[in-house]
T-cell receptor, first 116, second 110 residues
Framework: DTAVSQTPKYLVTQMGNDKSIKCEQN?????MYWYKQDSKKFLKIMFS???????INETVPNRFSPKSPDKAHLNLHINSLELGDSAVYFC???????????????FGPGTRLTVT | LAKTTQPISMDSYEGQEVNITCSHN???????ITWYQQFPSQGPRFIIQ???TKVTNEVASLFIPADRKSSTLSLPRVSLSDTAVYYC???????????FGTGTLLAVQP
């Protein structure tokens, strides 16, 4: 069974479009995250939710909006896509809050977004 | 904000011990140090986590000096399958900041 799953795995779209990436975890974790990995392989956190509540919101354009319908799901919606949004987006989950210190994050397989 | 830097790449041979360092000069008092392994086209995978001194598990050891401004991931007797990118992650303290290091590509040769 896949612990953290993301759909789609690949997403190719044109500038200006709106797209969503879905994430689901079956680990019973309370905290979920979205990360962006750019072409240089740098990983940067975007958002974190705990029990459907936003707890980390890094400096990300407001075209990116996370939505957590329940604690097992954290979706990422992106409006007006730009070339610079091309990257691999990873979802992750953990069973403790960042801030509690002890946590191990489980990552999904990633969604490769290409904006043309 | 903790800025974390790592060597871009390292080479090793099978059976050798490999030590990968991470510099995090601005680490906060309550921040933890975590290391992840990433294979191509996969998400990062947890290796080990520590706060100070030394931590050891079945796959690696983590050394953290008293000033906590750096950390060293030690992989004993690497194999070809250890070829991957290794990231340190600093954070988890009260500020809720999570900062990944720049990543180190470890290439293990036979």
């Amino acid at each position: 069974d896949t612990a953290v799953s993301q759909t789609p795995k690949y997403l190719v779209t044109q500038m200006g479009n709106d797209k969503s990436i879905k994430c689901e975890q079956n680990l019973g974790h309370d905290t979920m995250y979205w990360y962006k990995q750019d072409s240089k392989k740098f990983l940067k956190i975007m958002f974190s939710y705990n029990n459907k509540e936003l707890i980390i919101n890094e400096t990300v354009p407001n075209r990116f909006s996370p939505k957590s319908p329940d604690k097992a799901h954290l979706n990422l919606h992106i409006n007006s896509l730009e070339l610079g949004d091309s990257a691999v987006y990873f979802c992750a989950s953990s069973d403790s809050l960042p801030g509690q210190g002890i946590y191990e994050q489980y990552f999904g397989p990633g969604t490769r977004l290409t904006v043309t | 904000l903790a800025k974390t830097t790592q060597p871009i790449s390292m080479d090793s041979y099978e059976g050798q011990e490999v030590n990968i360092t991470c510099s995090h000069n601005n680490i906060a008092t309550n921040d933890y140090i975590t290391w992840y392994q990433q294979f191509p086209s996969q998400g990062p995978r947890f290796i080990i986590q520590g706060y100070k001194t030394k931590v050891t598990n079945e796959v690696a050891s983590l050394f953290i000096p008293a000033d906590r401004k750096s950390s060293t991931l030690s992989l004993p007797r690497v194999s070809l399958s250890d070829t991957a990118v290794y990231y340190c992650l600093v954070g988890g303290g009260a500020t809720n900041k999570l900062i990944f290091g720049t990543g180190t590509l470890l290439a293990v040769q036979p």
